[in-house]
């Protein structure tokens, strides 16, 4: 019985009292991406398991042991999305959006779903705000999209977050790569954990993104991608360079960073924070050239991001970054009797109509009770509508933390004023 009042594990609520903060930081993320010209693409949350089979890569952690897969009563498998990128792929292709113009734009707030062990910054549903890009190749769009992704933290107020880039290559200089690294490790063959001694033959460079201790204390021995690099690859991460150097951008080149799904080529990043413990990543992306010829579409050079709305909120709670309350209740009128009642609602709806947020009783309490009430939500302003009110035509609106009372008519100025009064008041209005 306990078990329908308790939610599954890894998942987290977003109460009613909390969700200004996700709001605030969605918000400012959808402008940020608007402003670079992205536009939101949403895409359904479960797709068929060979999308990601294919689009995630075989040889990942997410496919291999994370994915919440299950068949369908028609006998179909399908699969919650684990992230945002093959779904806005297979729209990509399904809709044939490159003949709008390339590249394409899109930006997207995904939920996403993952079987692995909740710990903090690490659930089983979580969310991601992310940027995909088709039909480029140029290291500008690398570029932009990483000073994007800097802006949304930079407006955040996030601090001490660093970017480390890499590059790795493409097919023709990972197989040189990959040649090295299956010599390097299969030194260390027995020493490997499982998972690693298969991927050894059919995706060495994984081994590198191991999360078991043994095999990452091995991985920092092992031959570093940037001395593989053809020239192409080489002059492409070079003009990304310049152009983050262009930008003001500061990053760190980690040659060990390779991130975690098989779609990527040439330019990887991550933004790292040491602010919440081990799981530290609030960002991540890169250039995935290959994956829509993976899926059946023409060669078309792609690129994006992702970034954890549960990690970005845990470093601004960690660095005590204030987030604006911007759903306190201005103003709460209470009744005393039917006319006021009826008054309320037109009071209500013009004051509404002036944006600000107002309420009354709906319950049917006495007096004391509606003022006990408008305490608890922590109205700014309170006010109290009986026949006397009515009759004058005024009534006084409290200022609930000073006390100052100020009389307004109740009549069509009513919600100006209110407005103006509040707007004079409201302590986070600064000119
Ligand atoms: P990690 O190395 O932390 O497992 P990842 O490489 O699996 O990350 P991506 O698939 O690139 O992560 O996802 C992009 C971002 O989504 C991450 O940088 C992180 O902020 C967030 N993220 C990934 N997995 C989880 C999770 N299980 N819970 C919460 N946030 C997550
Ligand atoms: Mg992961």
Redesign the pocket.
């Known amino acids: 019985m306990a078990l329908i009042t308790k939610k599954i594990k890894g998942t987290e609520d977003v109460l009613p009292k909390q969700s200004y903060r996700w709001q605030f930081v969605e918000n400012i993320m959808r402008e940020e991406a608007r402003s670079y010209g992205f536009k939101e693409i949403r895409t359904p949350v479960f797709e068929h398991t060979e999308l990601f089979a294919r689009g995630v890569g075989q040889t990942t952690d ?1 496919v291999q042991k994370e994915m919440y897969t299950f068949d369908t009563k028609g006998g179909e498998s399908v699969t919650l999305r684990p ?1 945002g990128t093959a779904g806005a792929a297979r729209a990509v292709l399904e809709h044939a959006l490159e003949n709008e113009g390339l590249p394409i734009k899109a930006s997207y707030f995904v939920s ?1 779903y ?1 079987y ?1 062990k909740p710990q903090a ?4 549903e ?1 969310h ?1 705000f992310g940027i995909e890009e088709y039909g480029t190749q140029s290291p500008a769009a690398d570029a932009e999209i990483i000073c994007l992704a800097q802006s949304v933290l930079d407006r955040l107020g996030l601090s001490q977050v660093h970017l480390e880039i890499n590059s790795i290559g493409c097919p023709a200089c990972r197989a040189k790569y990959n040649q090295a690294l299956r010599e390097y490790f299969g030194q260390y063959k027995d020493k490997l954990c499982n998972t690693c001694q298969t991927r050894l033959e059919k995706n060495p460079m994984r081994l590198l993104d191991c999360k078991s201790p043994e095999d990452h204390k091995l991985a920092e021995g092992a031959p570093k991608i940037t001395d593989y690099l053809c020239e192409e690859c080489e002059n492409h991460f070079a003009e990304v360079r310049k152009y983050l150097d262009a930008a003001g951008v500061e990053y760190i080149v980690n040659p060990s960073i390779v ?3 098989d779609y990527y080529t040439k330019t990887v990043f ?1 933004f790292i924070t040491d602010s919440i413990g081990a ?1 530290g ?4 992306g890169g250039r995935y050239d290959g994956l829509i010829e993976e899926l059946g579409g023409k060669h078309m050079p792609s690129l994006g991001f ?3 709305l ?2 970005v909120l845990m470093v601004m709670d960690a660095q005590g970054i204030e987030i604006p309350d911007t759903d306190k209740t201005a103003l709460y009128i209470a009744t005393m009797g039917d006319a006021a009642k009826v008054k309320a609602f037109t009071l209500l709806r013009n004051v509404r109509q002036c944006g600000l947020i107002a309420e009354t009783d709906v319950v049917g309490r006495g007096l004391r009770a509606q003022m006990k009430y408008a305490d608890k939500i922590g109205a700014q302003y309170s006010m109290v509508l009986g026949d006397n009110e009515i009759e004058t035509n005024t009534a006084k609106v409290k200022n609930m933390e000073t006390g100052a009372q100020t009389e307004l008519a109740l009549d069509e100025s009513f919600a100006d004023k209110f407005a103006v009064l509040q707007l004079a008041d409201d302590q986070s209005f600064e000119i």
């Not at 910054?121 to 089983?124: E, P």
């Not at 990543?281 to 991540?284: F, K």
């Open positions: 997410v992230e996403c993952r692995e910054g690490r659930l089983r979580f991601q991130r975690g799904l991550e799981q990543t609030v960002c991540g992702a970034m954890g549960e990690r």
